[in-house]
DNA sequence: TCTGGGGTCCTAGGACCC
DNA sequence: TCTGGGGTCCTAGGACCC
């Protein structure tokens, strides 16, 4: 039996998610090829996924692998429905979640075993919940770490149940490749094979420092630390997105300086749109850009206030983009993005708009401006600290307790 | 084979402050 | 006048993930 004290985590991770919910919801699609995406593929069904379909495909490319794969439009608000319901069977199977992205999160059961058992049948029921009550098929990673229980769910596809014994932990993770460690992609898998270094096993007999040499030192120390499988990192519930921004793909075709403020004005309206319904502010505005040679450039500019303003944020945008003029009309421009980050919680910036804010010089202690604040309104007034930062100086909102 | 759209984290240099 | 170490913030670029 397993041990109830014994750390457990779950990687909970649906199958072909946006693929799976259009046959879900369409039966004629059951048991068929299909590609979600326009233009590009965003999901394959498993039967694509057999004759070699992989995203990001562009669709010519997929249907020549797979002629009679069908083509469906994304349905995003469907997907965003689904996953919802899928995080509702989470959260009531215990507080602790980690949501990653739409189609997967992070479980800690640690604590369940005298109340639902161990982890391998509080899994088994999540899956059979999901399947019931939402209709998708749901693989599971179980381990004693974040990292190993994302990696037996990765061996768990499609529509599978993977435990991790923790005794032979080390002796599941040494064969495999490389690749399955955490933040190694193409580049970092080249730079360990320029050194001989295939698999897992072989990561973990490196020395850290020959490895440090080899990826840089937070990557290396890294690598170092999940191939020996120490991977402390909690499940941490709550967490909030640090960034939100939108892109658009332009094509080949030139565009006009006239054409390129109306795409930006209706990117920065989604942007700013989405800023307010998430109740965000934020004070670093980015700007993607890429070529017809598919180089790239960013710049930024970071804003003396967090705002959520689209005229604000749209002035900053023009500006940058005057910036790239020369360089956009030499090169041709064919991605156009924008991010704001340094985000904050746009409601405690609200709150304390009934009282008015209070800006404090650089270098002035927060203690010290707490207590000013004290001194002039009484401790009541202290509702929320929001933004402290060093070169702002900071500013404290002030609300009565209620 | 000409490559979407949404994100995260790390690095490195320069400005600036104490 | 020259020198320094430690720290934060801003900017640009790059790797990676789903």
Request: overall charge positive; proline content about 9%; some cysteine.
């Given at each position: 039996m397993f041990v109830s004290e014994s750390a457990a985590i779950l990687h909970a991770d649906l199958d072909s998610f946006y693929a799976s919910v259009e046959q879900r919801d369409d039966p004629?699609?059951?048991?068929k090829p299909i590609l979600v995406g326009g233009?590009?593929?965003?999901a394959a069904s498993y039967e694509a996924k057999a004759?070699?379909?992989?995203?990001?495909?562009n669709h010519r490319q997929a249907l020549r692998l797979c002629p009679d794969a069908i083509l469906v439009s994304p349905r995003m608000d469907a997907y965003s429905t689904a996953s919802k319901a899928v995080f509702d069977v989470f959260h009531d199977t215990t507080p602790l979640v980690e949501g990653i992205s739409i189609d997967e999160a992070f479980l800690?059961?640690?604590?369940l075993g005298r109340i639902a058992g161990p982890p391998s049948i509080v899994a088994a029921n999540l899956r059979s919940r999901v399947a019931d009550e939402v209709g998708l098929n749901l693989t599971v990673g179980i381990a004693r770490t974040k990292f190993l229980a994302k990696v037996a769910s990765g061996v768990g596809k499609p529509d599978g149940l993977v435990v991790v014994d923790p005794d032979h932990e080390l002796a599941f993770l040494?064969?495999?490749?490389?690749?399955?460690?955490?933040?190694?992609g193409q580049v970092t898998a080249a730079k360990l094979r320029a050194v001989g270094v295939e698999q897992v096993g072989q990561v973990a007999d490196m020395h850290i420092d020959e490895l440090i040499e080899c990826v840089g030192v937070a990557q290396g120390r890294k690598l170092h630390s999940l191939a020996h499988n120490r991977d402390p990192r909690p499940v941490v519930v709550g967490k909030r997105r640090s960034s939100i921004g939108s892109q658009r793909a332009l094509g080949r075709g030139k565009r006009s300086q006239a054409e390129l403020r109306g795409i930006l004005r209706g990117i920065v309206d989604r942007v700013a749109h989405r800023m307010r319904t998430s109740r965000r502010v934020g004070r670093t505005v980015v700007m993607r850009f890429r070529f017809n040679d598919f180089t790239r450039a960013t710049r930024s500019h970071t804003l003396p206030q967090a705002t959520d303003d689209t005229s604000v944020i749209l002035r900053a945008c023009d500006q940058l983009l005057d910036d790239m003029a020369s360089t956009i009309a030499a090169d041709g421009l064919t991605l156009l993005g924008l991010s704001i980050t340094n985000l904050h919680n746009a409601d405690a910036v609200q709150m304390a708009l009934p009282f008015g804010e209070l800006d404090f010089a650089d270098g002035t202690a927060l203690d010290s401006a707490l207590d000013d604040v004290r001194d002039r309104f009484?401790?009541?007034?202290?509702g929320r600290v929001t933004h402290v930062g060093k070169d702002m100086g900071m500013s404290v909102p002030m609300l009565p307790d209620e």
């Open positions: 004629t699609l059951r048991g233009g590009v593929v965003l004759c070699g379909v992989r995203t990001p495909m800690d059961v640690s604590g040494r064969p495999l490749p490389v690749e399955r460690l955490w933040g190694v009484g401790s009541a007034a202290i």
